[in-house]
C-alpha cells in the first residue's frame, strides 16, 4: 500500500490517491480489537498507516485524515490488549502529532490523546496517564459535555488510577 501510494501521488494527485489508501485502511482494519487471532493483522496495519501519514498526511481531506485518526486509535486499542503498551503509545503520539490540524479539541484529536493515556496506564506509569487525563476530561467536559460517554470513560480512567494512590478509596473526585 504504501509503494503503490508513492507511485501514484503524483499521477493522481494526492487527495485522490489519499482517499483510497484510507478506505483501504478502514477495510483492513474492521477486526476485533480484543480477539488474540486478529493481533499479527493489527500489527501488519502499522507500517501502513506510519507511511500514509509520512507520504501523505498533509495532503489528506479533513474528512479523510479524521478517518485515518479513526483506524489508528482502533490500532492503538488492539496494541493495548494485545499487551503492546508501548507500541500503542508510540502510534497514537505519533498519529496525534499529524492529526493535530483539526484542531486540538476536535473529539478524534481528544481520542488520540486518551489511547496515549492507556498505554502509559497499563504500560505501569501513573503520573503520566494521571496528568493527561486530567487534562483530557476538562477538555472532554467543555467540549462534550459531562454527560457524554467519552467523558465518563475519561473519568473512570482517571478514578482508576486514584485507587493505587488512595490506598483503595474510590472516592471521586481523588483527592489532591
Do not use: C
Amino acid at each position: 500500500m504504501a509503494e503503490t501510494s508513492r507511485l501514484r501521488v503524483d499521477a493522481e494527485g494526492p487527495a485522490q490517491v489519499g482517499t483510497i489508501v484510507v478506505a483501504l485502511l478502514t477495510a483492513a482494519a474492521r477486526l476485533r480489537r480484543d480477539r488474540p487471532r486478529n493481533w499479527p493483522a493489527w500489527v501488519q496495519l502499522v507500517p501502513h498507516l506510519t507511511a500514509v501519514y509520512g507520504y501523505l498526511a498533509s495532503r489528506l481531506t479533513d474528512t479523510d485524515l479524521l478517518q485515518l485518526a479513526k483506524v489508528t486509535v482502533s490500532t492503538a486499542q488492539a496494541f493495548v490488549w494485545a499487551g503492546s503498551y508501548l507500541a500503542s503509545q508510540q502510534l497514537a503520539e505519533s498519529a496525534w502529532q499529524h492529526v493535530s490540524r483539526l484542531g486540538a479539541d476536535h473529539p478524534q484529536v481528544l481520542s488520540l490523546r486518551f489511547q496515549v493515556g492507556v498505554a502509559h496506564r497499563f504500560g505501569g506509569k501513573y503520573i503520566e496517564p494521571e496528568q493527561e487525563f486530567r487534562g483530557l476530561l476538562a477538555d472532554r467536559e467543555r467540549v462534550l459535555g459531562p454527560d457524554h460517554p467519552d467523558t465518563r470513560i475519561t473519568q473512570n480512567s482517571l478514578v482508576t488510577l486514584a485507587v493505587p494512590a488512595t490506598g483503595g478509596s474510590l472516592a471521586w473526585p481523588p483527592p489532591g
